[in-house]
């Protein structure tokens, strides 16, 4: 187990504060955040290239936090793979190896091993000028594999890749995390978290936000920023409103005046709410249901989704609703269609 | 701009004239010299002596020297440290002060009466009139070159690299030598070449601190104030043509055969 407590650094103008996660054994945790949140510091500080002035690592119960880059049982794959230019592949992956007393014929056996783990066999004697993206990427994994970590350390390990080479760098993540390695992996893509992830934590300004599993992540965020983060759209800033009627509904107001009906209040005037896109249902006609929620409006734009259609209708609010391709066409769901769109108040929440 | 053709014209002629003014000279010394004075000078064993110790001379230094500056190269490269920027101010100091001054500044640590020149001779060296005097001297005018070329070097090379090697287990003198090394090596070894090649130009410190036994440039000014410019010339000649193929062989082994960012 890695638990990182109440980790503190400060690196110019930027600071990582009171960060703690736990990872368990065998874990897929991903951090998610912006561009300089403070998500590959984090790995460095777990890798030992950057101290930390505040806080403890503890891994399988040592104290590592001031241990030597060198000795410390974690294997980082920088975003860039910091391949060694003037080894071949076959010597960039025997180079751990060489810091132990092995065996030339252990350590020929072991790369063998490590480059069909990750399908790089025919690569031994390329030079890493000569590898694409994704070759390169799986000789930095296989090189960081050959020096046993305990945790395999990610950074942005799909960012330069291509849809085809990503799926299939995916495949072989999930299969060294199903092997029973601990990996952290850094990324910007919720998408690629939600694909991969045991645990999400999500990192803005170098502050950590939320963690947790993915479902609780990103069904229950904790904030505006990590619900537009994990690609939950339909986030309104409301002003809550006092009930009259006497209903158990609480009524909200959208900055453009539309009203939306919860099931509980935020305790303030102002908050954030949240309509899953998914929760959302979209008809040609008025329906009569027990949704409380119900707006007429008119599709403004329509995307087209790896798992359906993502249209944006127009309340005086935009509305994002994923759909069915199908039920899309059945519907003639295009833009400029006038159509209803109708939510329970118990999709609602409040951030 | 270069479109235009005067301006084209007037850059072109200019970069001629630059040109012309360094090749003009060394090829007028060289096709001056006639093929008798070329053979009855290689057959000359006071030059051939010379030539011999400058190259030898020079040669130690840079190994002696050369050799050791390369960590410190490493260290200014890689480490922030107080009076870093005055360390690298003393690195050049030997390029500006003129080359008789620092042979005098050599000559006051290094004569019999100095400390360091009572232990030499204890142990058998003599610094003053002597080769080791020489590899001092050579070594003191030379070593900038050197040290700069390697700290460019090592500051080129990638620190991720180096920190990819430490997080793989790597020691940092594996680090060293298996990375920062090999990936500098270019301008390593071209530094040291320069400094080999600047030593074997050395007059200024040479000539205070050993005239005997006599390198080829206190030979070739003996010369020319002894006996006139046809009897230094052809020394000075076939002494040019040793620095332009140690200057050729540096060009080839500093080629680029790999890139060091990937």
Redesign the interface.
Known sequence: MLEIKDISVKLGNFSLSHISLEIESGDYLTVLGLSGAGKTVLLEII???VRPSKGEIILNGINITKMS????P???V?Q???????MNVFKNIA??LK??DIAKKEINRRVEMLAEQTRIKHLLNR???TLSGGE?QRVALA??L??EPIVLLLDEPLASLDIKLRQELRELLKEINNTGKTIIHVTHDHMEAATLSKKIAIIEDGKLLQWGKPDDVFRKPVSEFVARFSGIKNIFHCTFLNSTNNTDLIPAKTPAGNTINLIEHPGKEKAYVMIPGEDIILSQNQLTTSATNQYSGQIKERYSLNHGVELIIDTGELFSVIISRKSAENLAFTPGKKVWISFKASAVKIL | MLNDWRTRSIIIFFSGLIILFIVAPLLGILLKTSTEEYTRTLQDTEVANSIRITLLSSLMATLLFGVLSVPLAWLLARKNFPLKGLINGIIDLPVVIPHSAAGIALLGIISRGSFIGQVGEHAGINFVGGVPGIVVAMAFVSIPFAINAARDGFAAVPEKLEKAALNLGASPLRVFFSISLPLAKRSVVSGLVMMWARGLSEFGAVIIIAYHPMVTPILIWERFASFGLSWARPVAAIFIIICLAIFIVMRVITRKDYHVRN
């Open positions: 890798a030992g290239l880059i060198q000795k410390r974690v294997g980082l920088y860039d793979m910091a391949l060694f230019p003037h180079y751990p810091s132990f030079h890493p000028a390169a090189r960081t050959a020096s």
